[in-house]
């Protein structure tokens, strides 16, 4: 039992720090997607309207792209949840956010040229 305690008391103090975390930077300045790609490395928070959603579930991975401003094959910045986090979604994230204002954030990545953010909890995308 005094294990288990632990256990869950970690946990919690975790998913605390990562909220606090993921509000601090959610609080902050915010970016456009246009933006972004000035932005590779960087911790920020990346806002724009969900252009197209896919989630390809054939592929290895399982992931789910969000595009936001403009949809893919044009798209400018990518939101990518893997497969093996889907699951702590409450809804389907392509069918959600498709069609709304979202802010995501995360560390500003790049993927074959273009900017990304990796979610890997929903907590780091909210609705504008």
Not at 31 to 57: D, K, L, R
């Amino acid at each position: 039992m005094h294990r288990s305690f632990r256990k869950i008391c970690s946990a919690i103090i975790i998913a605390a720090l990562f909220s606090l975390t993921t509000s601090i930077y959610a609080a902050g300045q915010t970016i456009t997607a246009a933006e972004a790609a000035n932005h590779m490395g960087e911790q920020g928070t990346v806002c724009g309207m969900v252009a197209s959603a896919h989630f390809a579930n054939q592929s290895r991975g399982q992931p789910t792209f969000i595009n936001l401003d403009r949809p893919y094959p044009n798209q400018i910045f990518t939101v990518m949840i893997w497969g093996s986090d889907r699951d702590k979604f409450r809804n389907a994230p392509e069918t959600y956010y498709q069609d709304k204002a979202v802010c995501v954030t995360g560390t500003i990545k790049g993927y074959r040229g273009k900017p990304e953010i990796i979610v890997k909890n929903p907590d780091q995308i909210r609705l504008q």
